[in-house]
């Protein structure tokens, strides 16, 4: 069974910082593709950062030189280091994986349940 079990958000103040956490589980992690999501109430999901099993990321334009996106492979971890929060970014994040597993042929697309991020003026 596949789990990615996001952690890390809050409320911080505009202009600060915030570190979410996925831990995931059920799939070979080192092979796996990651990536956070977010989304505002009232609006789309919105792709927030990707970073690929060689450790090459990218990131929307809303959030570059802002957030850094990082991996744990030992620990199955995936992280997302947000600065300079600005109240546009809160909202709910989700952890994302492209997930391989023993035996299965390909990727198949995981979610974490999300964490709040809450963003004040």
């Known amino acids: 069974q596949v789990q990615l079990v996001e952690s890390g958000g809050g409320l911080v103040q505009a202009g600060g910082s915030l570190r979410l956490s996925c831990a995931a589980s059920?799939?070979?992690?080192?092979?796996?593709?990651l990536a956070w999501y977010r989304q505002a109430p009232g609006k789309h999901r919105e792709w927030v950062a990707t970073?690929?099993?060689?450790?090459?990321?990218n990131y929307g334009d809303s959030v570059k030189g802002r957030f850094t996106i990082s991996r744990d492979n030992a620990n199955n971890l995936v992280y997302l280091q947000m600065s300079s929060l600005k109240s546009e970014d809160a909202g709910v994040y989700y952890c994302?994986?492209?997930?391989?597993?023993?035996?299965?042929?390909?990727?198949?697309?995981?979610w974490g349940q999300g964490t709040q991020v809450t963003v004040s003026s």
């Open positions: 994302y994986c492209a997930g391989v597993q023993e035996g299965i042929t390909g990727t198949r697309d995981y």
């Open positions: 970073i690929t099993t060689g450790g090459n990321t």
């Open positions: 059920g799939i070979i992690f080192r092979l796996s593709a």
